[in-house]
């Protein structure tokens, strides 16, 4: 399995950046994607995430009308578009996947669960905000 990630980079507050997320070695439609971000020193947090097949979403409150999470089945591809960043949005972001039965077994009988179970993940983007 392999996620390749891009389009980090710098933004001022306020402004807004999409990262991509390319997936290989996984049956897409039956995957469960999504983003974690962490900041040296600190827990990484669960961002978003998206069934695949029915398109379902989960925001971390922290970012909850701000990002917006979609899957594009054609490309393989996440997409995760974030508005409004604010300086505390800066971490590197990480691209990650699991396959839905799984995501089943260990207890999540609807949605996306958890991005932080995941097995798979990205080699991260970097997301700065400035001030």
């Known amino acids: 399995v392999q996620l390749v990630e891009s389009g980090g980079g710098l933004v001022q507050s306020g402004g807004s950046l999409r990262l991509s997320c390319r997936v290989s070695?996984?049956?897409?439609?039956?995957?469960?994607i999504g983003w974690v971000r962490q900041v040296p020193g600190k827990e990484r947090e669960d961002v978003s995430c998206?069934?695949?097949?029915?398109?379902?979403?989960y925001y971390g409150n922290s970012v909850k009308g701000r990002f917006t999470i979609s899957s594009d089945s054609a490309e393989n591809t996440v997409l995760l578009q974030m508005d409004s960043l604010k300086p505390e949005d800066t971490a590197v972001y990480y691209c990650?996947?699991?396959?839905?039965?799984?995501?089943?077994?260990?207890?999540?009988?609807?949605?996306?669960?958890?991005?932080?179970?995941?097995?798979?993940r990205g080699q991260g983007t970097q997301v700065t905000v400035s001030s």
């Open positions: 990650a996947a699991e396959r839905l039965y799984r995501v089943r077994e260990i207890g999540y009988g609807t949605g996306c669960g958890n991005s932080l179970d995941y097995n798979y």
């Open positions: 998206i069934t695949v097949n029915d398109r379902s979403t």
């Open positions: 070695g996984l049956a897409f439609r039956h995957s469960v």
